[in-house]
């Protein structure tokens, strides 16, 4: 069995029930779980029955050992998260947004104790004993210097020990704060080419490759929901022209009607055989699942990338088109569940994959 690996930072997500807003809430209680974008991927993995384990510092309090705990619970390997007597746990906020009004989050993830943490105490030649890949984003990076220095480790330490590298992009244009006078998304862009230097799968969503990397999909207006699906294996093509070692290519297709309605697709562009691949597809045309009720939307990129994983790394599904069906299709499941983790089983995307989308009653 492949042995994934992530690293990144975990952190207490704290929401207002339903869609409440947090001054409308606030003094009163919150929802508290736990999440972040590279977490969310090892759970996801595990629960589909992936050999996942996750990298991350979290301080030696209770808070870090519920955090731990809540991760072994759902089957991620936590042997190698380091316990630091400096920091704290980060936090975020999320509002859920409604009909016209955007989901809101506010990040409360300064002096973290990945953020304060240098590469070197990562042990990377340890951390990674086994691992047949590593998954990184471009959230744990835009945290400080330090967790930018310790996320481009692990990725040269990776490809040089011969483990597959993922990355996702990830773009958060609240965050990369850092370097003092250079504007974020250059951090961002000066940053992570080193870390995709070294990567194998990038991950990517409508928007990122253009915020990130300066490269730009025509025809396409990602705030007004105006997508140009054509216009994305070109921006692969300019990305693995780039970046010559990469081996795919993956960008989800949003296409936002309203916070609760929105069309979703996904494109895999395959470097080897210069070929794009879309899902879902009818009649083999691009058929986006239309969403309309979403549940919660933050993490579904995450359990995209989680489905392509899984799916790249087990020989029935490992094909191009089935493997990018299988992580749409979790993906698309995953706006159904609230929290960050996306709680769906390999039976249930397959369904999906076979055209069960009715949401009937299973009994």
């Not at 969310?40 to 979290?58: H, I, P, Q």
């Not at 961002?188 to 490759?209: F, G, S």
């Not at 990129?301 to 989680?306: C, M, S, T």
């Amino acid at each position: 069995m492949t042995r994934i690996v992530a690293f990144g930072e975990v952190m207490a997500r704290l929401k207002p029930a339903g869609q409440g807003r947090l001054r409308q809430t606030l003094p009163g209680t919150l929802e508290v779980t736990f999440g972040g974008a590279e977490a969310n991927v090892a759970v996801s993995l595990a629960m589909l029955g992936a050999d996942a384990a996750m990298v991350t510092a979290l301080p030696r309090n209770p808070l870090g050992d519920a955090c731990v705990d809540s991760l072994r619970g759902l089957g991620v390997d936590t042997r190698k998260v380091l316990r630091t007597d400096y920091g704290r746990l980060g936090l975020y906020f999320v509002e859920a947004g409604a009909n016209q009004r955007p989901s809101v989050v506010v990040y409360d993830r300064e002096h973290s104790s990945v953020s304060l943490t240098p590469a070197e105490a990562y042990a990377w030649d340890k951390s990674l004993a086994g691992a047949d890949w590593l998954h990184l984003t471009g959230i744990t990076p835009s945290l400080s210097r330090s967790a930018a220095e310790a996320t481009i480790a692990a990725a040269a330490a990776a490809r040089a020990a011969g483990a597959t590298v993922s990355c996702d992009l990830n773009f958060r244009k609240k965050l990369w704060q850092w370097e003092k006078g250079t504007p974020p998304r250059k951090l961002a862009e000066a940053t992570m080419r080193q870390v995709l230097a070294h990567t194998d799968l990038l991950v990517a969503n409508e928007e990122d490759c253009a915020d990130v990397l300066g490269i730009h999909a025509s025809h396409t207006e990602v705030e007004s929901g105006k997508l140009d699906w054509q216009a994305y294996p070109e921006v692969a093509r300019e990305v693995s022209r780039q970046f010559p070692q990469l081996r795919h290519v993956a960008i989800t297709l949003r296409q936002s009607i309203s916070a609760t309605h929105n069309n979703w697709a996904a494109m895999l562009y395959s470097t080897g055989d210069d070929k794009a691949y879309f899902s879902p597809l009818a009649g083999g045309e691009l058929a986006p699942y239309e969403i309309r009720d979403i549940v919660d939307r933050v993490g579904a990129g995450d359990a995209f990338g989680a489905g392509l994983i899984f799916a790249l790394t087990t020989p029935e599904l490992a094909a191009p088109q089935t493997a990018l069906d299988f992580a749409t299709a979790a993906s698309c499941l995953a706006h159904s569940i609230l929290g960050d983790f996306n709680y769906t089983s390999r039976a249930e995307i397959e369904a999906l994959m076979r055209g069960s989308a009715s949401g009937r009653v299973v009994r």
